[in-house]
């Protein structure tokens, strides 16, 4: 497969083996802003778990390119370490989507925007993460109390209630 295209056959594989494991896992980032109606080329899926399903989720998946797993991350800002974690609420909000025509558990709108938020990359680092949340904000009905929960929930007050006040999320 080449890098940056990801094919069906190995969206079907990665789902069958996670499948297999009995974990709770779901795509976040570009590929769930993807399944949210944003039709930029998706290059690689990002999949969130619990951290004790981390090793377990990785082992499933080795030697499968174009996927990354992670877990319990602690993504450092000016304003202070932002938390991202997978947990019972967020596992029971994930929604069924379609990617690549195939249905795969998709982390909420609102936990993706929390996530995009905190990191705030553009163009300068390839990614687009405020067009990100614009669009899913547009697009998507939001849980703005749910929204406000996670946001504090993953300490990212002072990093993310500024911007999405100014996109007149909040």
Same mark, same amino acid.
């Given at each position: 497969?080449?890098?940056?295209?990801?094919?069906?056959?190995?969206?079907?594989?990665?789902?069958?083996?996670?499948v297999?494991?009995?974990?709770h896992?779901?795509?976040?980032?570009?590929?769930?802003?993807?399944?949210?109606?944003n039709?930029?080329?998706?290059?690689?899926?990002?999949?969130?778990?619990? *951290? !004790? &399903?981390?090793?377990?989720?990785r082992n499933?998946? @080795?030697n499968?390119?174009?996927?990354?797993?992670v877990?319990d991350? =602690?993504?450092?800002?000016?304003?202070?370490?932002?938390?991202?974690?997978?947990?019972?609420?967020?596992?029971?909000?994930a929604k069924?989507?379609?990617?690549?025509?195939?249905?795969?558990?998709?982390?909420?709108?609102?936990?993706?925007?929390?996530?995009?938020?905190?990191?705030?990359?553009?163009?300068?680092?390839?990614?687009?993460? *405020? !067009? &990100?949340?614009?669009?899913?904000?547009?697009?998507? @009905?939001?849980?703005?109390?749910?929204?406000?929960k996670?946001?504090? =929930?993953?300490?990212?007050e002072?990093?993310?209630?500024?911007?999405?006040?100014?996109?007149?999320?909040?």
């Open positions: 497969m080449q890098k940056g295209k990801i094919a069906r056959s190995s969206l079907y594989e990665v789902k069958s083996k996670l297999e494991t009995g974990i896992w779901v795509i976040f980032a570009g590929a769930a802003a993807y399944c949210y109606g039709r930029r080329k998706v290059t690689d899926v990002d999949i969130l778990v619990k *951290i !004790e &399903d981390l090793e377990k989720a499933a998946l @080795k499968t390119e174009g996927f990354d797993i877990a991350l =602690k993504i450092k800002t000016n304003q202070g370490t932002c938390l991202f974690f997978m947990d019972k609420e967020m596992v029971e909000r069924w989507k379609k990617l690549f025509g195939m249905s795969v558990p998709v982390i909420s709108v609102e936990d993706n925007i929390v996530f995009k938020a905190i990191l705030q990359r553009g163009e300068d680092k390839g990614k687009h993460d *405020i !067009e &990100d949340i614009q669009h899913m904000a547009a697009n998507e @009905k939001i849980d703005l109390e749910y929204l406000k996670r946001i504090k =929930k993953c300490y990212a002072k990093r993310v209630k500024p911007l999405l006040t100014l996109l007149g999320i909040l």
